[in-house]
T-cell receptor, first 113, second 114 residues
Framework: DAKTTQPPSMDCAEGRAANLPCNHS???????VYWYRQIHSQGPQYIIH???NNETNEMASLIITEDRKSSTLILPHATLRDTAVYYC??????????????FGTGTRLQVTL | ETGVTQTPRHLVMGMTNKKSLKCEQH?????MYWYKQSAKKPLELMFV???????ENNSVPSRFSPECPNSSHLFLHLHTLQPEDSALYLC?????????????FGPGTRLTVL
């Protein structure tokens, strides 16, 4: 799996957009970008994933650069409940065997009033 | 009940005790996972089960013994643990095929070994 690099921490004011970057310069053509988050002392929560096109769901948007070497997770209107550690994971989609996700240290997002 | 549930949520045990952690998923998934998260460390994958068969053991000590009787249930049997085994133990499940990487996690069991 390609290595990812994320800033260790970020702050965001409530109501503003939170833009969380991730670098994955060694990503392969068949590897997807996945985002998870983990609120303190809870299990991680899947947010979104994408291959090369931008993606949006009810939780967030994912913007992937044209060269696919980096991506940004956008929480359009951050709330205090979005305070969590956000993990960017690059992984090929598994079709045969169960997946082995590798979680790094992520970005700790603190949303403040 | 929906999603992935884990019991107990908190467990304190001595080093000579035997205990079990239980995970149940109500999502119809066929892949289940155990992860360990020690304080201030990234999640570590411990075991993977696919259609009740263990497909991954990430060099986990034998004092941790998993059991998957069916695709909905996963157990982690614990015996003669060490204080350094104190951690949050998380269970997850996913759907076979292209959605393997979209894993759904339970709330975890906070384990303290005295």
């Amino acid at each position: 799996d390609a290595k990812t690099t994320q800033p260790p921490s970020m702050d965001c004011a409530e109501g503003r957009a939170a833009n969380l970057p991730c670098n994955h310069s060694t990503i392969s053509g068949n590897e997807y970008v996945y985002w998870y988050r983990q609120i303190h002392s809870q299990g991680p929560q899947y947010i979104i994933h994408g291959l090369k096109n931008n993606e949006t769901n009810e939780m967030a948007s994912l913007i992937i650069t044209e060269d696919r070497k980096s991506s940004t997770l956008i929480l359009p209107h951050a709330t205090l409940r979005d305070t969590a550690v956000y993990y960017c994971i690059v992984r090929a989609r598994s079709t045969g065997t169960a997946s082995k996700l590798t979680f790094g240290t992520g970005t700790r997002l603190q949303v403040t009033l | 009940e929906t999603g992935v549930t884990q019991t107990p949520r908190h467990l304190v045990m001595g080093m000579t005790n035997k205990k079990s952690l239980k995970c149940e998923q109500h999502l119809g998934h066929n892949a289940m996972y155990w992860y360990k998260q020690s304080a201030k460390k990234p999640l570590e994958l411990m075991f993977v089960y696919n259609f009740k068969e263990q497909t991954e053991n990430n060099s986990v000590p034998s004092r941790f013994s998993p059991e998957c009787p069916n695709s909905s249930h996963l157990f982690l049997h614990l015996h003669t643990l060490q204080p350094e085994d104190s951690a949050l133990y998380l269970c997850a499940s996913s759907q076979p095929g292209e959605s393997y990487n979209e894993q759904f996690f339970g709330p975890g069991t906070r384990l303290t070994v005295l």
